[in-house]
């Protein structure tokens, strides 16, 4: 038993939560013989986490549990278990015991009081040194290696169980494996979808990656003309072949190439899972969401009875922020130099209309690169949902942005790969413990 290991591979948020409760559960159970070790592809850890909340690290969201379910598109049901066994109290709760008070702020969403990502990346970074955890950087993983009939082998017709991990000429042997290497967003912090070829070798279904929660590009020009212009309180809705599909309240910015911002980066998935269909995809923007379309048209009749001969170009100020009023004058087809006292009826409805319903034709995302998440990964189904067990292969364990789960803005995400490391961890810890487990 002296040279028993578990290895987990990758140092994300995930990773660094796996090794850190795999090498407490072998501790308290007196195990210490029994070695955690850490690999990490990258000179540094949890550096997505460092990424997150704009530097502020969305640690997770303050609703209940069964709302997290619904903010995972598609296989929210498949986290049940793992959000139940170390859900978002449970995670403030050791943030907190790590000298890391959390804060509720708008919408729910839980930030450190520090308002710095790096105090979490610091916490989970503690967590596992303080266990213990033989942490080595600067190792590539490049193949899962299983017991074949002629020792350990990397053949994708063998079955049965792990025997470790290869780094190009070196393997890491070991009882248990857990990975954790991300999914395809953001490579410049590590994660370059390396685990989804090496799933595909030992008989994992891997549904095909494609960016969530990512900035859309759109046909049309006069975003740009906006740019870094942010609006709160509006709501946006996605129309695909027509149809719409989704909505949603909140913030939004333009850019250069098109929208971004909480709204867009929600409808992002879906969108591009259509133009990834060849559908049509299209966006409405409600920039008087409070108001009824009748509302409205009152609204804009009481401004143009008070400011009488202004010209409509200089009588949007109390309406529209500065720079979006060249583009709605545009847009309404109504002469910026008409005196608002002869607009018409049809005109102002016109009016109303667009406000509430400005057209954008999204022709694509920025991809994974610019992607915060990675939808599709290891297909869940190939997993136990209780511990993330392979159910291919014996000591198996995958956790996090590798495995085909993706949720909403909001700290859904790093709770989502926090938990399910928490799970691994302990899963393949009990698994050296108690085989049958």
């Given at each position: 038993m002296d040279d028993r290991r578990i290895v987990v591979v990758g140092g994300g948020a995930a990773g660094l939560m796996a090794a850190g409760l795999a090498a407490r559960t072998l501790a308290c159970e007196h195990q210490h013989q029994v070695k955690v070790i850490l690999l990490e592809k990258g000179d540094r850890l949890a550096r997505k986490v460092?990424?997150?909340?704009?530097?502020?690290?969305?640690?997770?969201?303050?609703?209940?549990?069964?709302?997290?379910?619904?903010?995972?598109?598609?296989?929210?049901?498949?986290?049940?278990s793992v959000l139940r066994l170390f859900d978002n109290g449970a995670l403030r709760d050791f943030l907190r015991e790590r000298g890391v008070p959390t804060k509720v702020e708008r919408g729910g969403r839980v930030f450190p009081e520090s308002d710095r990502a790096e105090s979490v990346a610091q916490a989970l970074i503690g967590f596992a040194q303080d266990q213990g955890v033989e942490i080595h950087l600067n190792q590539k993983i490049d193949a899962i290696c299983l017991h074949g009939e002629n020792g350990i082998e990397r053949s994708a017709a063998v079955r049965?169980?792990?025997?470790?991990?290869?780094?190009?000429?070196?393997?890491?042997?070991?009882?248990?494996v857990i990975m954790a290497v991300g999914g395809a967003s953001y490579p410049g912090t590590g994660s370059t979808g390396d685990g989804y070829a090496m799933a595909g070798t030992v008989g994992h279904k891997v549904v095909a990656p494609m960016p969530s929660l990512v900035p859309l590009r759109t046909a049309e020009s006069w975003p740009a003309t906006v740019q870094g212009l942010s609006l709160?309180?509006?709501?946006?809705?996605?129309?695909?072949?027509?149809?719409?599909?989704?909505d949603h309240f909140g913030e939004m910015l333009f850019t250069h190439f098109g929208v971004s911002g909480p709204?867009?980066?929600?409808?992002?998935?879906?969108?591009?899972?259509?133009?990834?269909?060849?559908?049509?995809?299209?966006?409405?923007?409600?920039?008087?969401?409070?108001?009824?379309?009748d509302m409205l048209v009152e609204r804009l009749n009481r401004d143009w009875a008070k400011m009488g001969a202004r010209h409509f170009k200089n009588a949007l100020g109390d309406l529209l922020p500065k720079n979006l009023i060249p583009v709605l004058v545009e847009l309404s087809d109504i002469d910026g130099a008409k005196q608002v006292r002869q607009i018409n009826p049809?005109?102002?409805?016109?009016?109303?209309?667009?406000?509430?319903?400005?057209?954008?034709?999204v022709t694509g995302t920025l991809g994974l690169k610019a992607g915060i998440v990675t939808a599709g990964g290891v297909d869940v189904r190939s997993l136990e949902p209780r511990t993330l067990a392979s159910k291919h292969i014996r000591g198996l364990?995958?956790?996090?942005?590798?495995?085909?789960?993706?949720?909403?803005?909001?700290?859904?995400?790093?709770?989502?790969?926090?938990?399910?490391?928490?799970?691994?961890?302990?899963?393949?810890?009990?698994?050296?413990?108690t085989p049958d487990f």
């Open positions: 460092l990424l997150s909340g704009k530097g502020r690290c969305n640690i997770t969201h303050a609703g209940e549990i069964g709302d997290f379910i619904e903010a995972y598109p598609g296989n929210g049901k498949f986290l049940h049965g169980s792990v025997a470790g991990v290869a780094a190009g000429d070196r393997v890491w042997s070991a009882d248990a709160r309180n509006v709501r946006l809705s996605l129309w695909i072949d027509g149809v719409r599909r989704q709204i867009v980066l929600t409808l992002s998935r879906m969108a591009a899972q259509a133009l990834g269909d060849g559908s049509a995809v299209g966006l409405r923007l409600n920039l008087k969401p409070a108001l009824t379309q049809k005109e102002t409805r016109r009016l109303a209309e667009l406000l509430q319903a400005i057209p954008l034709t364990y995958w956790a996090g942005e590798v495995v085909d789960i993706d949720g909403i803005t909001g700290g859904y995400n790093l709770q989502a790969a926090i938990s399910m490391g928490y799970a691994a961890g302990l899963s393949a810890a009990k698994g050296l413990l």
